[in-house]
């Protein structure tokens, strides 16, 4: 069995790694031709986890045609911002039943789209697109540590193809019939995240972090219902699982991001500098719009989107917080 995954960032590249040791050859579409040339001389991507040597029977293009025909399985992860245009120019060459999983985490500007959704926008069949979340920084899975993620499906079938290509003994992989819960959870807590690193960077302690987490589950969990998600999802690994993972993690680019950022640092610099995508950035905006249209209150990636997108200083946005008098700990769940 061939599998098809588009995107050679980190991530796609440790799936990369995971899915090789269940079928028989796994195709990557890289953005840069110079990434392809590189996994496929010395089985090591050049620009991203470059410690890690892929399997054999990982190969590489910058051929979308040439990635996807034949596959029986294919796997995006690309960024956010780049999944509409790529899924569009894959749909051509993808069947309409081959079953599809998504590993970006985002919402889509305008649209509110989740990621699922614009991969479905763009290649139809959207019951056999499936999401897989969960806390799994690349370069921990890369080194084999155990680690479990879910994956959300409306096709229960659809769920158990990819769980197959991607268990092993180092990955637990569970399964969820909450796409948008899964999907929302993802996205928000890139948000989360960097807000837990500006509070760092600015020489906040632990229970700030805690204050942030727990008032950022609330949140997640508000955004979630209001998008028709379930809120128990929360609780699982697409939630708080990957939240407290991003909020902690040295290898979360989101946090690092915050306390870069709380040091003066802009999101362009840290992101030239990393080559690598801050999706909490974005989300700040999405969410927010998202957030706005559905009535929801979301403070602290209101206070985000402010500092990051409208000139308002991090005095400013903390001002805003704790200017907000505590009320009931949980509220806007109602239906
Ligand atoms: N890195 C990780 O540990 C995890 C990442 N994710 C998610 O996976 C998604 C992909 O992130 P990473 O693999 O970490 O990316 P990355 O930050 O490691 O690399 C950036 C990627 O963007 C690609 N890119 C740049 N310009 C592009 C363009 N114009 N069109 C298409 N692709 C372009 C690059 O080729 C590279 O693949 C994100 O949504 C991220 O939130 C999810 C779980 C874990
Ligand atoms: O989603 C992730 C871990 O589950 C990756 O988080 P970062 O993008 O912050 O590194």
């Not at 609330?218 to 998008?227: G, N, Q, W």
């Amino acid at each position: 069995m061939k599998i098809a995954l588009v995107g050679a960032g980190s991530w796609g590249t440790a799936v990369a790694g995971l899915v090789a040791d269940s079928v028989d050859s796994v195709a990557m579409w890289a953005h840069s031709p110079q990434t392809a040339d590189g996994i496929n001389s010395n089985h090591v991507n050049p620009r991203y986890l470059d410690g890690y040597r892929l399997p054999d029977n990982v190969t590489a293009s910058s051929s979308l045609q040439e990635v996807i025909d034949g596959a029986e399985g294919v796997i995006f992860a690309v960024p956010s911002t780049h999944l509409r245009s790529v899924a569009h120019e894959a749909a051509v060459y993808l069947d309409d039943s081959v079953p599809v999983l998504c590993l970006t985490k985002g919402v889509e500007l305008t649209s509110g789209l989740l990621m699922t959704e614009v991969i479905g926008d763009e290649i139809g069949h959207p019951e056999r697109i499936a999401a897989l979340s969960g806390p799994n920084h690349a370069e921990e899975i890369c080194r084999g540590g155990l680690s479990a993620a879910v994956i959300a499906s409306e096709d229960p079938e659809v769920a158990e193809f990819f769980k197959a290509a991607l268990i092993s003994p180092a990955l637990r992989v569970y399964v969820s019939p909450d796409v948008v819960g899964v999907e929302m959870c993802g996205a928000t807590k890139n948000i989360i995240a960097i807000v837990c690193g500006i509070s760092a960077g600015s020489g906040y302690g632990d229970n700030t972090l805690a204050l942030i987490m727990t008032r950022g589950l609330a949140e997640i969990s508000r955004l979630v219902h209001a998008r028709g998600g379930d809120p128990m999802t929360c609780m699982g690994l697409a939630g708080m699982g990957d939240l407290v993972a991003t909020c902690t993690s040295e290898h979360s680019r989101n946090r690092s991001f915050g306390v870069a950022f709380a040091g003066g640092t802009s999101l362009d610099e840290y992101q030239q500098r990393s080559h690598m995508v801050v999706e909490g950035a974005a989300a700040a905006r999405s969410v927010s719009e998202l957030a706005r249209e559905l009535g929801v209150d979301a403070p602290l990636t209101f206070a985000l989107e402010r500092t990051l997108y409208h000139g308002g200083t991090l005095a400013e946005a903390l001002e805003l917080l704790t200017d907000r008098f505590p009320t009931q700990e949980f509220y806007g769940m109602d239906d």
